[in-house]
């Protein structure tokens, strides 16, 4: 990164005092906490950005709230900068990502012990698990000794109310790779891929596949580089998973919020993580996408009372940033970022004001290639409550 300025695993010395996209291009992964690599997510914002705008709208010790929390990019960061984290997310699939980073156990040793006993009870109880009500549709992703063995793992999760071990579970559901549990299949959206991988040309990736050793060295990569701060162990969160346009929070008590609200339909997140959804007991994706903040025609109506939530619950003062994509319909780009802040002004009577929209005009090749209806520019709309 000749020339631009390096983000390092900063501390609060470290001053950054303007948007500089320059913050936060390039990759991350080296440099970010792993646990925000538990599994994956489409939309999922870059961490390096959202450091860059928790520092800048928020001191430590805040209350940051994200409505639409998706895989927990925006809680995690604010946790690990020593701010109060908010979350909230109306799909099960971001609520358990979300939560289950939030409640990461301090250290590997605590995580791997927790994960070898539910492994004992997932292999004690796997031989006589019933797996009569799973679908032929994920059926066919597993190998049939695999699949009583993922089962009985998600509902002595659930019973015992694990969601780190959950996330790590649902991070390790579907790819090709061996280190994962289904037949050769695509990581962020599942697609069996026999196609690429015939069964008579490549049988070893047929082969059951047993979840201990799976898990483990799932466990093991998660705290590769927890990046955990002394303050892990005082973290301040609260998750809820429920519909943004009617938050269960007090007026005017959150000092910050810093979230990416869906963008007029552009991304299916029910449909598709549904192999992820199914195992938590959501098996009727299509409904959650359709009351998730999606189509065109609900849109706008429904990001209208969303903005009203933000504007009831923010403190006077406080910032509203919200990253936001355009979105390409018949030719034609929509401004998100400039629709919303207009509508914010217009249903907050002017209280919220609209202080810059940061064009990120750096395209991210990443996320580009695998989105079709969004463009590769993210806008950064920063609103204060007057
Ligand atoms: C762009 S994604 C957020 C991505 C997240 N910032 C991240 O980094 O992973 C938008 C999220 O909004 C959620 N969502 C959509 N409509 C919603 C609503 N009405 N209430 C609550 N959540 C909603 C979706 O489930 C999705 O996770």
Request: with cysteine.
């Amino acid at each position: 990164m000749s020339g631009a300025v390096q983000l390092s695993m900063f501390g609060e010395a470290e001053s950054i005092d303007t948007l500089d996209a320059r913050l936060w291009h390039g990759s991350f992964n080296a440099r970010e906490s792993s646990f925000h690599q538990l599994s994956p997510y489409v939309g999922k914002l870059k961490s390096g950005m959202v450091r860059v705008l928790i520092r800048l709208y928020s001191k430590p010790g805040d209350s940051i709230l994200d409505p639409f929390s998706g895989s927990g990019v925006v809680p995690l960061e604010a946790v690990l900068a020593g701010r109060e984290a908010l979350a909230n997310d109306l799909s099960p699939y971001a609520y358990t990502l979300t939560r289950g980073k939030l409640e990461a156990p301090g250290n590997e040793k605590q995580a791997l012990e927790q994960a070898r006993s539910v492994i004992e009870k997932v292999e004690e109880e796997a031989s006589h698990e019933d797996v009569t009500h799973v679908p032929e549709w994920v059926r066919e992703f597993f190998h049939p000794q695999t699949l009583p063995e993922i089962v009985a793992a998600f509902r002595i999760l659930k019973k015992e109310e694990e969601f780190f071990l959950t996330a790590c579970l649902l991070g390790i559901l579907h790819h090709q790779r061996p280190g994962f549990l289904s037949y050769p299949a695509s990581h962020l959206v599942p697609y069996l891929r026999r196609t690429k991988y015939p069964p008579e040309e490549y049988p070893g990736m047929y082969l059951y596949r047993d979840l201990r050793s799976r898990l483990l060295a799932k466990v093991q990569r998660a705290y590769r580089n927890p990046a955990f701060t002394d303050d892990w162990a005082s973290r301040e969160y609260r998750v809820w998973q429920t519909n943004a346009m009617k938050l269960p929070i007090e007026d005017g008590t959150i000092d910050t919020i810093i979230s990416s609200p869906p963008y007029f339909g552009a991304l299916d997140y029910a449909r598709d993580n549904r192999l992820r959804l199914w195992f938590l007991g959501c098996d009727k994706w299509k409904a959650l996408d359709a009351s998730l903040t999606a189509s065109q025609k609900v849109y706008l109506p429904q990001m209208a009372t969303c903005l009203k939530e933000m504007d009831r619950v923010l403190k006077l003062g406080g910032y509203c940033v919200l990253v936001l994509g355009d979105v390409e319909r018949d030719g034609k780009s929509r401004r998100t970022a400039e629709i919303l802040g207009e509508l914010a002004v217009e249903v907050s009577e002017g209280r919220f004001v609209v202080e810059t929209i940061y064009n990120d005009l750096i395209p991210d090749e990443r996320r580009s290639r695998r989105r079709t209806r969004t463009t590769k520019f993210e806008r950064v709309l920063v609103m204060r409550k007057r």
